[in-house]
């Protein structure tokens, strides 16, 4: 690593890459047994954003055992690993840890059953518990082939993806400062594709996201007396009405962007008029000028009907969290395509889309001089048998038919979404990594 900040070397042959991880992957079948007992650990014992103790100990235990130096609680649950080998890229190897408030149907004999203390279930309903399973799994195979790369691996367990927190509490707490700004930086997230597939995609990967809490105040009374009240809950519902139009009249039509009330709570009673009236929105939007835009427009008008309303003082509009779009370094991101491809075959690559969803993954590309390269993909988890016999003939067809993430029946294929998570992710940092015959100049 040095000032200029070069983009990772480039493998030099096409035989190159395939032979190092031949190398490396000789030990999965070794490691495999520890990852699959990880993974039926986590998703059993699956921990919201915030609470991720158990996981991240489970995390640190077996990179100390690699022989990674390892932080613990760091930005919260955080976990940081470092294992330097020569002279070479610092390259960060991120999964997340924590779970979804969600009550778990598979019917799996692993499946969770746990319940916080207020009684919300709990679910790895995202593949989390893949994520950080792989994780360990592509750092064990590491730390066995030192003799396959040169450079750092900085393994990064992160907390609150969910709640878009983690990354930036990690960020904030001097993630880079203290262990040094990486070369790259590479995250894989599950998908319902089949398993055994990838898809990559240039630039924006993912949508931006941003959570908005409206508090609208009113003049509660009588419910058969509406003349003196200030109806928060009428207010409320113009609010939703009216936000409904920055997409299809505030954004241009060719820019990708959704505006969802998710949660609209006022009342008690159906005779009683409430003070108050409480609204969640989530934004997504595929570029962070765009964002800004809708926030505004979101401020602007909850503040003018508000006004409109004969309101006794003015709303609260909070921001409660946020992420930019995932942009993927181009260069990295086709480096990683192609040693996908090199290792997996080109039939094994879907062509990438843009994906709604949101990830904090992006923070970690905010370094404190220049942005820092990060790519991102995703892994097919979806068992085969599913795949074959799910309606449609393409895969954007097929997944609108399968469980995918955040739902209480996602189940991903236990042995093969873990053999290919850790062959994806192991590969990717091996095409990032110098290779271990002779330094290369960097």
Same mark, same amino acid.
């Given at each position: 690593?040095?000032?200029?900040? =070069?983009?990772?070397?480039?493998?030099?042959?096409?035989?190159?890459?395939?032979?190092?991880?031949?190398?490396?992957?000789?030990?999965?079948?070794?490691?495999?047994?520890?990852?699959?007992?990880?993974?039926?650990?986590?998703?059993?014992?699956?921990?919201?954003?915030?609470?991720?103790?158990?996981?991240?100990?489970?995390?640190?235990?077996?990179?100390?055992?690699?022989?990674?130096?390892?932080?613990?609680?760091?930005?919260?649950?955080?976990?940081?690993?470092?294992?330097?080998?020569?002279?070479?890229?610092?390259?960060?190897?991120?999964?997340?840890?924590?779970?979804?408030?969600?009550?778990?149907?598979?019917?799996? =004999?692993?499946?969770?059953?746990?319940?916080?203390?207020?009684?919300?279930?709990?679910?790895?309903?995202?593949?989390?518990?893949?994520?950080?399973?792989?994780?360990?799994?592509?750092?064990?195979?590491?730390?066995?082939?030192?003799?396959?790369?040169?450079?750092? *691996?900085?393994? #990064?367990?992160?907390?609150?993806?969910?709640?878009?927190?983690?990354?930036?509490?990690?960020?904030?707490?001097?993630?880079?400062?203290?262990?040094?700004?990486?070369?790259?930086?590479?995250?894989?997230?599950?998908?319902?594709?089949?398993?055994?597939?990838?898809?990559?995609?240039?630039? #924006?990967?993912?949508?931006?996201?941003?959570?908005?809490?409206?508090?609208?105040?009113?003049?509660?009374?009588?419910?058969?007396?509406?003349?003196?009240?200030?109806?928060?809950?009428?207010?409320?519902?113009?609010?939703?009405?009216?936000?409904?139009?920055?997409?299809?009249?505030?954004?241009?039509?060719?820019?990708?962007?959704?505006?969802?009330?998710?949660?609209?709570?006022?009342?008690?009673?159906?005779?009683?008029?409430?003070?108050?009236?409480?609204?969640?929105?989530?934004?997504?939007?595929?570029?962070?000028?765009?964002?800004?835009?809708?926030?505004?427009?979101?401020?602007?008008? #909850?503040?003018?009907?508000?006004?409109?309303?004969?309101?006794?003082? =003015?709303?609260?509009?909070? #921001?409660?969290?946020?992420?930019? *779009?995932?942009?993927?370094?181009?260069?990295?991101?086709?480096?990683?395509?192609?040693?996908?491809?090199?290792?997996?075959?080109?039939?094994?690559?879907?062509?990438?889309?843009?994906?709604?969803?949101?990830?904090?993954?992006?923070?970690?590309?905010?370094?404190?001089?220049?942005?820092?390269?990060?790519?991102?993909?995703? *892994?097919?988890?979806?068992?085969?048998?599913?795949?074959?016999?799910?309606?449609?003939?393409?895969?954007?067809?097929?997944?609108?038919?399968?469980?995918?993430?955040?739902?209480?029946?996602?189940?991903?294929?236990?042995?093969?979404?873990?053999?290919?998570?850790?062959?994806?992710?192991?590969?990717?940092?091996?095409?990032?990594?110098?290779?271990?015959?002779?330094?290369?100049?960097?």
């Amino acid at each position: 690593m040095n000032d200029a900040h =070069p983009q990772p070397p480039v493998e030099r042959g096409p035989s190159g890459l395939k032979a190092r991880a031949r190398r490396v992957l000789a030990h999965l079948d070794a490691v495999l047994p520890d990852v699959d007992s990880l993974y039926g650990d986590l998703h059993e014992h699956p921990e919201l954003s915030g609470h991720e103790a158990r996981t991240a100990a489970a995390l640190a235990k077996r990179l100390e055992a690699a022989g990674y130096t390892v932080s613990r609680d760091f930005g919260g649950h955080g976990v940081v690993g470092l294992l330097r080998n020569g002279d070479g890229p610092t390259v960060l190897l991120r999964g997340d840890m924590d779970a979804l408030p969600v009550e778990e149907r598979t019917g799996l =004999p692993y499946a969770s059953h746990v319940r916080t203390k207020d009684g919300e279930p709990v679910m790895h309903a995202c593949g989390h518990d893949v994520h950080t399973a792989c994780l360990a799994g592509t750092a064990a195979l590491l730390a066995r082939s030192r003799d396959a790369w040169r450079g750092t *691996v900085m393994v #990064v367990g992160q907390p609150a993806e969910e709640t878009l927190q983690g990354a930036r509490a990690m960020m904030d707490a001097g993630l880079y400062a203290r262990f040094g700004t990486p070369d790259a930086v590479l995250g894989q997230h599950t998908a319902p594709l089949p398993v055994g597939a990838f898809m990559h995609r240039e630039g #924006v990967a993912m949508m931006g996201s941003a959570s908005v809490r409206i508090r609208l105040f009113g003049r509660g009374a009588h419910g058969a007396q509406p003349e003196l009240s200030v109806d928060p809950v009428v207010l409320g519902a113009s609010v939703v009405l009216r936000l409904q139009t920055i997409v299809s009249r505030e954004v241009p039509p060719l820019e990708p962007a959704v505006v969802t009330v998710g949660h609209f709570q006022a009342g008690s009673r159906a005779n009683v008029i409430p003070d108050e009236a409480l609204l969640e929105v989530t934004v997504r939007t595929a570029d962070d000028a765009v964002q800004a835009r809708v926030l505004a427009a979101i401020e602007r008008i #909850v503040k003018g009907e508000a006004a409109a309303a004969g309101a006794p003082k =003015p709303p609260q509009v909070e #921001v409660m969290a946020s992420t930019p *779009v995932n942009r993927n370094d181009p260069a990295l991101l086709r480096r990683v395509r192609a040693a996908h491809a090199e290792w997996f075959g080109r039939d094994a690559l879907v062509p990438g889309v843009l994906a709604t969803a949101s990830e904090d993954f992006p923070r970690f590309a905010q370094g404190p001089e220049h942005p820092v390269p990060t790519a991102y993909w995703f *892994v097919g988890v979806t068992p085969p048998h599913a795949w074959n016999a799910a309606p449609g003939t393409t895969p954007q067809q097929k997944v609108t038919h399968l469980p995918g993430p955040h739902s209480p029946l996602y189940a991903p294929d236990r042995a093969g979404s873990l053999r290919k998570g850790c062959e994806s992710l192991t590969v990717a940092a091996l095409s990032c990594l110098h290779g271990g015959e002779a330094p290369r100049d960097h």
